[in-house]
């Protein structure tokens, strides 16, 4: 049952997004950024601002209103003079225009005191510590055996060190407020993956109950991590309106997102793996160093899904963190597995190419049969089914022949593999569903649709557990004042809200039939709450995985990458919605794709900023990057999970596809790119 429930109104422009919405008598904030990588505010001089006609305001340190609820260091907007990063939002201005505000904010003097500042992250900086946890609650260390001396002994090693850089998620539609006050309540048309975490968050920076906020978010145009939770120009807005007594509209220029949004830290990390001449593996080691800013505390998890993907008797995990003068870095898509697995798999890669095995056996050869740190079973263990499947839809033929010597004209060409995986998880979540007496249901969830299609699955979903036609239904999401709902984002947005809205559907359906059909006058409700449900879950270790190929082809001359093919197979739980997984697995690889040939904030020590700060000098991948790319998926039925089976899929398919398309790489040129992005310039060698 596939109903296209907002399809139309996308694609004629009807949908509305946040910074669209109508406010009367709205005024625009534009905000003023750092010039400077560290030190504090000395002086704003406003006056050529407020010279300028349509200015209602200029907020600074010194007059903008106290929040009494600064827990989100992010959050305390023009709080203190202290510059944490460039780029850090110090002043803004209100106007009646957002030309005018945009000009005048460009007219602001601030005067600064400057600190040195440093911005460079390194595998030896004496900043390095070991955080209390990892994100988002992981263990920062593990171990088991004794990895020193496994590694030590085993007859084949693999040691190397791999760097990934910062990455920014850069949604389609930037991060945008319409911030509204009537009296003491406030209504936020936001751009969002979470409207009740939004509405709480900033009740409490503003000091009021969490009756007292509302956040809409009726269409939003991505969010991958970034918008998974509010920024600055949430309080911005907020704050503007509230001086200037109208509605404001506050949207972060592209450029400033680079800065104030999130994004992926860079990464370094160590693997060293220790095997058998067969390569069974028997000692893995991985250690991470990372980046945060001296405001909060953000470590990638990038070593977790080495804890879970392949056995080996001596194991070690590690992650260590350093603040830098650098700014925050937050979720962006698979936070962890996705540069972790980069680094693992192609680690994997070279084991192959040392042992001599194919990589697919070799994957198959150190598959787990219980969680090989935990002891816990596995819920369902996809890994084989689909490194088997891909390997038959792809016409895998493995290493041959050795690398660097398929040539087709000018393009050398090779193929790669790597493992994927993501935890699947759900999160308490409620929703509420009513039936009129005329027969016309209504299904209430404070879920969001980021550009998924969630309208379409929970409505195929609703009608199912209903069993009534999802023309039947009127669904609401995109507000905060629905029952409170699990964010759109670590992959468990479908799995959690699918829970709570069968539950609620499967109860309305029993008290209609209790009734025999017959709805009085007033119509029945029923509530859904899936919190003790998830609390009951059996302890299992809960992953989806997935198998990536890729073929590459390397122009002998200038480097330049091609990538004709990429295949991803997936296992992940119940599809429930074909179209759209289809679209998640495959904008996810694109992602990935993406990740490996393109993406690169490069920060600037002596500026300590990215120069590239815009999607000219920020490469990501478009159409003319993507030629053939599938994904296919293993039906699984498993247990526990859920009424709907599902695990999620939005962050499975971008884990593995740099480490599959660096490995095809290598094998078309015998070059190793460790660090991303695989430019040209790093495959061309100077000739002997
Ligand atoms: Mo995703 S990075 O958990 O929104």
Redesign the pocket.
Known sequence: MTARVDGPDKVTGRARYAFEHPAEGAAYAWAVPAAIAKGSVRSVDASAALALPGVLAVLTPDNAPRLPGTADPELALFQSRAVAYRGQFVAAVVADTLETARDAASRVVVGYEQAAHDVTLTADHPGLYKPDFVNPRYETDTAAGDFDAAFAAAPVRVDATYRTPAEH?HPMEPHATVAVWQGDTLTLYDAT?GPPRVAGQVAAVFGLEPGQVRVIAEHVGG??????MPRANVILAAMAARVTGRPVKCAVTRPQMFAVTGHRAPSIQRVRLGAGPDGTLLALGHDVFDQTSTLKEFTEQSAVATRHMYAAPHRRTTHRVVRLDVPTPS?????GECPGMFALESAMDELAVACGTDPVELRLRNEPRVHPETGQPFSSRGLAACLREGAARFGWAGRDPAPGTRREGRWLTGTGVAASTYPARAMASRARVSVSAAGRYQVSIAAVDIGTGARTALLAVAAEALGVPADAIDLRIGDSALPPAM??????GTASWTWAVIKACRSLRDQVRARDGAVPPGGLVAQADTAADIGAQPGHARYSFGAQFAEVRVDADTGEVRVPRLLGVFAAGRIVSPAQARSQLIGGMTMGLSMALHEESAMDPEFGDYPNHDLAGYHIAAHADVLGIEAAWIDEDEPGLGPAGAKGI??VGIVGTAAAIASAVYHATGIRVRDLPIRLDKLLRPSA
């Open positions: 998620n993956q969010g991958f991590g970034a918008k998974g979720w962006m898509r698979a936070p964010i759109a984002g670590g992959s468990m939005g962050e």
